[in-house]
């Protein structure tokens, strides 16, 4: 089983965290002394209503057992109030209906005694980890052994025991309790943490440990010398696809075949997501294809998906909203943004994302700091809804500028930010302006939705149009001074995002990008 722990900073980024990572992983750890304002209940459900599989740990690490701590809000909060907390969080999982909770041995008796009591009482099916931390070294081998007994007399589920190696052999002796535990029938995670570690969590998975921990992507580790999720799937792949979980011998044995994926549109002639998916593909050694499909009858396109074993589709105009309604799922975001953009194909089951959003902000991202900034963004479709919804998410301010005052109005109240009409455009200040609607696009390339002397003021101007490579906006935006970022970046990062949630790899998004510019340059 592959777990992957929440350690989201807010409620918000956790709900947005659960949703990808129950895409990839087989349980799911909620770590409720990071996220600080998590609601538990909120939480519990977004597991279960992206999944009804992923099995949900419920974890508050005390703080001399954890890699990473957050200061109490409350000055002064004292150990013992930090305690009744975690015990209330703990029993409140338990009422929830929680597959597991995580308690650490040197809680001590009480506490421990007093969770199981709290389950019995419930009737609750909640089974009980017991969990070691020792972040310093590695015990010997007989002093683990020890430990594991101690864990043992609790009669828990899972025994969990994890160590730091400050040398390779310091994985001998945690590795080795693993067949040790199966030896006594006690289900175990043992690992070793640090680089030194990683060569645990390569072994752990062969040996039968209860589940291995991976992160969403780089830099989210919970605990030093995590591997991501896809890289623990390489590596189960590489090493031996048998003894890997369940989901993931499932991937592994679509993996032997070739896998497809289609773009929904009309027209879609014109598109080059096939060109820039099927590159990436390539580049990740991924045997399948990517198609276009101009579609005629939307119902029957998702029966097609359904039933020709299409792994992942994207949706493009005119369908994004439309697509909705013959979906099994729709994540959050999508559901907010009021479109999807990608379906991820599950065995049948058919679930609606939205990465436009992700690909404006990354593209963003790249150029500027979102927080605290102003966005005058131009249109009110379904690319304007996808700026707005992530310019909040990021603590930008969005406003709304379009030709139809209604439409424009309609999507400014949706996130409460003000409305101008176009030709008020001028009496905004703001820091970056936004087109997305498809005023410049080829073959229309001299035309622009604004004046050039409207752009005077702002420090960046993004265009989210892509053909042309510069369109007219960009043009006068540069003559002007401003920083331009063409739609390019959001193109590339919104496919790249679709690979990843269809594969669990990220692809080359540089090669992606040099691919696109190469056919957009020869057309120029
Ligand atoms: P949409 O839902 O049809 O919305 C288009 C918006 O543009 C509407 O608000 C419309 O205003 C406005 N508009 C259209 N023609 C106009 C004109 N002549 N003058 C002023 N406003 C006009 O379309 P969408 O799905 O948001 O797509 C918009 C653009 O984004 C397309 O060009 C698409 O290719 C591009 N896009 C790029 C990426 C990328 O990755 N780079 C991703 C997604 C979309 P009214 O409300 O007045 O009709």
């Not at 109490?72 to 338990?94: C, F, N, R, V, W």
């Not at 039968?208 to 992507?217: H, K, Q, S």
């Not at 830099?219 to 591997?227: D, H, I, V």
Request: aromatic share 6%; proline share 4%; glycine share 8%.
């Amino acid at each position: 089983m592959i777990c992957i722990p929440i350690i989201a900073i807010s409620h918000k980024e956790a709900l947005r965290d659960i949703e990808r990572s129950c895409l990839l992983a087989d349980a799911i750890e909620l770590r409720m002394d990071l996220i600080a304002d998590g609601a538990l209940p909120e939480l519990i459900s977004a597991v279960r209503r992206n999944s009804n599989t992923v099995r949900i740990i419920v974890t508050w690490r005390k703080k001399e057992e954890a890699a990473q701590t957050v200061e109490s809000p409350e000055a002064g909060d004292q150990i013992k109030d930090q305690k009744d907390k975690k015990m209330a969080m703990l029993k409140q999982a338990i009422e929830l209906g929680a597959d597991y909770i995580d308690i650490e041995l040197s809680e001590g008796n009480d506490a421990i005694e007093e969770l199981k009591s709290h389950g019995a009482k419930m009737g609750s099916s909640t089974k009980i980890i017991i969990s070691y931390h020792n972040f310093q070294r590695t015990p010997s081998l007989n002093r683990l052994k020890g430990i594991f007994n101690q864990c043992r007399e609790f009669k828990p589920a899972v025994v969990k025991i994890v160590t730091f190696a400050r040398k390779p052999e310091d994985n001998l002796p945690v590795l080795s309790l693993i067949p040790y535990a199966r030896k006594h029938l006690q289900e175990i995670i043992a690992l070793c943490m640090g680089d030194k570690g990683r060569i645990s969590r390569v072994m752990a998975p062969l040996l039968g440990n209860f589940l291995n921990f991976a992160t969403l992507e780089q830099g989210t580790q919970s605990a030093p010398g995590q591997l991501t999720a896809s890289e623990m799937r390489q590596i189960n792949k590489l090493v031996n696809g048998d003894k890997t979980s369940q989901k993931h011998q499932v991937l592994s044995r679509q993996e032997s075949q070739p896998r497809n994926y289609i773009l929904l549109g009309n027209p879609v002639g014109q598109s080059l997501s096939p060109l820039m998916h099927n590159t990436a593909l390539c580049d990740l050694g991924i045997e399948g294809r990517y198609n276009a499909f101009c579609v005629y009858d939307l119902a029957a396109a998702i029966q097609g998906i359904r039933g020709m074993d299409v792994r992942g589709a994207s949706v493009t105009i005119p369908f994004k909203s439309a697509v909705m309604e013959y979906l099994d799922d729709i994540s959050a975001d999508a559901r907010n943004i009021g479109a999807v953009n990608t379906i991820i194909n599950s065995n049948g089951r058919l679930t609606g994302v939205n990465t436009d959003w992700r690909g404006l902000l990354a593209a963003l991202r790249e150029a500027m700091t979102i927080k605290g900034k102003k966005f005058v963004i131009i249109g009110a479709g379904g690319t304007a809804r996808s700026a707005a919804y992530g310019i909040i998410q990021e603590g930008g301010f969005p406003v709304i500028v379009n030709r139809t005052a209604e439409k424009g109005k309609l999507l400014a109240v949706k996130f409460n930010c003000p409305f101008y009409a176009l030709d008020d455009i001028e009496k905004i200040e703001a820091d970056c302006l936004i087109n997305t609607t498809p005023v410049g696009m080829y073959p229309h390339v001299d035309k622009s939705p604004v004046d050039s002397a409207s752009l005077a003021g702002y420090k960046y101007v993004m265009d989210v149009i892509y053909n042309p490579l510069e369109t007219k906006l960009l043009k006068d935006a540069r003559q002007r001074g401003c920083h331009v970022l063409p739609g390019l970046d959001m193109f590339v990062h919104q496919g790249a995002e679709q690979i990843k949630l269809w594969t669990g790899l990220d692809p080359n998004r540089a090669l992606m990008k040099k691919t696109v510019k190469e056919r957009l340059a020869e057309g120029e």
